[in-house]
């Protein structure tokens, strides 16, 4: 109900099929001049009770000395009829004039809850199926009465201002400079002229409804605030309201017969001290720069859509609004001031999103993308070149305010490397810190006391932490150490923070994650061979240690890496290439032999066939053949079940429900023939695999068969890895280590292995790159020839493709990268990722 006159009762679809219908006829003209002044007096007092307005006919009523009189109101042939209770037809036709005048007003006055026409089906109109399209009548001409006077016309003022947005106010142009509001006078006293324009009007109602305009009654006015659709009425629709409507500019309005104009906008960024800048946006229309008061407007909102006083509507250019949106996205509290310098490597990222800096921050910008040589490396006269190139970048980075990440190929000396930026810059009032795998503790202690003896050496424990030890040195933190010793964090702060195999903190919410975010440090550096070890948002975790906020928010890059990933791809890789310093072994250490890679492909038994059959079938009898649903409904039983199957593809003998009985697996046939010819030849040999129990069965195996052949082992369990590795190195004879890919993938080197054998494919290419370059590394001599055994047809075949496509996406790190891989990504159903191929 809409109140104060009469009481209403209506519906969306009546108020419309009315609207329609006066819209299309000037209805007063059929109505008695007598009657017309009779309605009129009863509109303007007020004197209705109710209005009950239906499809096909308009109930009025009025209640005189308690004698309720009624009117009803019907369409007949294009005009309206008028029937009445009343004994009196002045009184009774007076009642419904009042009445459709009243509909006048409700039209308009409805668009305060519910603008008409919005979303207007062509079936909802009854009951003669009005189409939207017989709302525009033909050019605008002066309408003419039946006695040939012209009518007076209705005139559309339009008005825009940043705060009131476009106002549409309709007015009874009754001379040259004389004219009315039709609405919005609370005497009603624009009834009193005669002769008006009215269908012109109700057209006029219902296109401002069609558009969006919402009617404010008490100022007469149609307004749309909405600025993306203002830009779209004046686009689409003014143009056409012009050819109808005899319409009125005042003041910037008139700005508008030129439509939109395209603003252009960049990111002025001006040096604030070494560290830090100043962002601030600026737009230009053509070559004309707003100023800071019109910046700050358009600034605020959030389509690239707005209106600038003295200049109109403005719009920033299509392809500078997707940039625009992130802008707005990513730059936080609007009240910020000071940045990180190198976020303008985030910002020139970015496609369309022109950052202009000044002359300090170009100078810097200049000194990142070149980096000269600072010279301290040469001191270190055991260092390769490559090696010294890489001290004197990763030092000009840190005196410029940047992190690196050093994602040298393994063997090439990160350690070394690390040790000598330290080593290069002597003075110092904080410690150091690196952080690293337990295994790998040793090694950069070793390295340490060999190479830089100068440099004091503290172990991080539970009985020696860092509130105990005041004077500066380096301490070597194991992950786990770090983690417990999360607490005193908060209290220091260090020189320089290393994470090496940087690549452990992917996960965002692991406890050593946050332990490793939360150090304080003037600089800091990544060491990882494999830094994207499944996909490229592997990155953004390592980023978040280095230089928080380079690669935005974390949920924005998967969402990005998942719809869009070749373009995100690009532009990580754009973001980061200038703080990414990798070289590989066949461009820097020519001098290393090379390693050559082959593949055994292997065949299950009849034993291991009829497991496997059995085992796959019965999976996908339980959990269907739609892998995306089962890894969501079952996931444990999916990896239970994969890893299964793995076992069969090795050895029988693996399964719980086959332990004690004898070994049963071509695989180890395989094995035992390599290693009795490689013995023989005084080789030695690495094998690795997934499953510490085969490598048990194997050394059975082995003993029994080639008892002459020295065997050593490296797994989770050994307690002193040290020994196993120095008696491997140096040992005179043939010999074979038998070691697990987690124990002996990080901190061990191998070099004299002249064999590696990988028994069993893992999901994750990097971590057998990890294995495999403890035996090629600097210093060897001789070729390293690798071998992965590979049961064709089955799930390990499925497990090399799925390593082939990460290795892509890692290799693409300073080219393309593609987006998250995982199993149901490569496979669509449970039968291709399990069933057995024997063709």
């Given at each position: ?17 009315w609207l329609f219908r006066l819209s299309d006829c000037d209805w007063e003209r059929f109505i008695d001049k007598r009657h017309l002044q009779m309605g009129r007096s009863f509109y303007r007092e007020g004197v209705l009770s109710s209005l009950d307005i239906q499809s096909t006919q308009i109930i009025v009523t009025q209640k005189i000395d308690r ?158 605030k909405d600025w993306q659709k203002v830009a779209s009425f004046v686009e689409e629709t003014l143009p056409r309201w012009k050819n109808i409507f005899s319409l009125k500019f005042e003041g910037d309005a008139q700005l508008l017969r030129h439509g939109q104009r395209k603003l252009s906008w960049e990111i002025e960024a001006r040096s604030r001290n ?437 065997i050593l082992e490296l797994t989770g369990s050994t307690r002193n890895r040290t020994l196993p590795v120095e008696t491997f190195e140096t040992f005179k004879g043939p010999a074979v280590i038998l070691a697990s890919l987690k124990a002996a993938g990080l901190g061990v080197t191998l070099k004299t292995a002249d064999y590696v054998f990988l028994m ?80």
């Open positions: 109900m809409i109140k104060n006159g009469p009481a209403r009762t209506f519906t969306r679809n009546a108020v419309e099929a004698v309720e009189t009624y009117s009803v109101i019907e369409w007949n042939e294009k005009k309206p009829e008028i029937r009445t209770s009343s004994l009196d037809d002045c009184i009774g036709i007076g009642l419904g004039t009042a009445g459709l005048y009243e509909i006048e007003e409700l039209v308009a006055e409805i668009h305060q809850e519910d603008p008409l026409l919005e979303q207007l089906s062509v079936t909802e109109i009854e009951p003669q199926k009005v189409k939207i399209e017989e709302l525009e009548p033909p050019k605008k001409e002066p309408k003419q009465n039946n006695d040939g006077s012209r009518a007076v016309p209705i005139s559309i003022l339009i008005e825009i201002s940043s705060s009131n947005g476009l106002t549409a106010t309709p007015f009874w142009q009754i001379s040259k400079n004389n004219k009315r509001k039709a609405y919005g006078l609370a005497d009603k006293a624009e009834i009193e002229i005669e002769n008006t324009d009215r269908p012109t009007l109700m057209n006029f109602v219902a296109e401002s409804g069609r558009h969006g305009f919402i009617f404010e009654k008490t100022k007469g006015i149609f307004r749309l070494k560290d830090e800048m100043t962002l601030r946006e600026s737009f230009k229309l053509g070559t004309h720069r707003l100023g800071s008061e019109h910046s700050k407007r358009i600034a605020k909102t959030r389509n690239g859509t707005t209106f600038v006083p003295g200049h109109g509507l403005v719009k920033l250019d299509q392809e500078q609004l997707e940039d625009f949106d992130w802008w707005q996205r990513n730059r936080g509290d609007s009240r910020r001031t000071n940045w990180p310098r190198y976020m303008l490597f985030s910002l020139f990222a970015r496609k369309y999103l022109n950052a202009r800096p000044d002359g300090q921050l170009a100078d810097w910008q200049s000194a990142i993308k070149n980096p000269e040589k600072d010279g301290i490396s040469e001191k270190f006269s055991f260092l390769r070149p490559y090696q010294k190139d890489g001290v004197s970048h990763l030092n000009v980075l840190h005196k410029l305010g940047c992190h690196g990440l050093l994602a040298d190929e393994m063997g090439l000396g990160k350690t070394i490397q690390t040790l000598a930026i330290i080593a290069s810059n002597p003075k110092q009032d904080f410690s150091d810190l690196v952080t690293c795998p337990a295994s790998v503790v040793p090694v950069w202690a070793r390295e340490v006391k060999e190479r830089f003896p100068q440099i004091e050496v503290q172990i991080l424990n539970k009985e020696n932490n860092f509130a105990e030890v005041e004077k500066p040195c380096l301490w070597i933190a194991s992950y786990t150490q770090l983690r417990r010793h999360r607490h005193l964090l908060d209290t220091v702060t260090f020189r320089y923070a290393i994470l090496d195999e940087a690549q452990l903190i992917k996960n965002p919410k692991a406890k050593v994650t946050q332990a490793c975010l939360s150090i304080s440090a003037n600089h800091r550096l990544a060491l990882s061979g494999t830094p994207i070890e499944n996909s490229a948002l592997d990155l953004w975790t390592i980023f978040r240690f280095l230089m928080p906020g380079l690669l935005g928010s974390r949920k924005e890059l998967e969402t990005d890496l998942l719809s869009d990933p070749d373009y995100t791809a690009k532009l990580l890789r754009k973001q980061v290439t200038p703080f990414v310093l990798r070289r590989i072994k066949s461009e820097v250490a020519t001098e290393l032999p090379p390693k050559i890679e082959n593949e055994l492909p292997c065949v299950l038994n009849d034993e291991q066939r009829t497991e496997y059959r059995k085992l796959a079938e019965g999976a996908i009898k339980e959990h269907g053949n739609n892998l995306q649903q089962a890894f969501k409904q079952a996931p444990t039983h999916v990896f239970s079940l994969l890893t299964r199957l793995r076992q069969v593809c090795c050895d029988l003998a693996l399964l719980p429900w086959r332990e004690g009985l004898e070994p049963s697996g071509t695989k180890g046939d395989i094995l035992l023939e390599k290693l009795t010819d490689l013995a023989s030849s005084g080789s030695k040999i690495i094998v690795f695999s997934q499953f510490t129990s085969y490598l048990s069965i194997l050394k059975k195996r082995i003993t029994e068969q080639i008892p002459d052949l020295k069993d494919p893992w999901w994750n290419p990097a971590i057998e790159e990890q294995a495999i370059d403890r035996a090629h590394r600097l210093g060897r001599t001789k070729p390293t020839f690798i071998y992965r055994l590979v049961t064709k047809g089955t799930v390990e075949e499925r497990v090399r493709m799925l390593q082939h496509s990460k290795k892509e996406t890692f290799q693409k790190i300073i080219g393309d990268m593609e987006r998250p891989t995982a199993l149901a990504d490569h496979f669509s159903t449970l039968e291709d990722l399990v069933e057995l191929n024997d063709s």
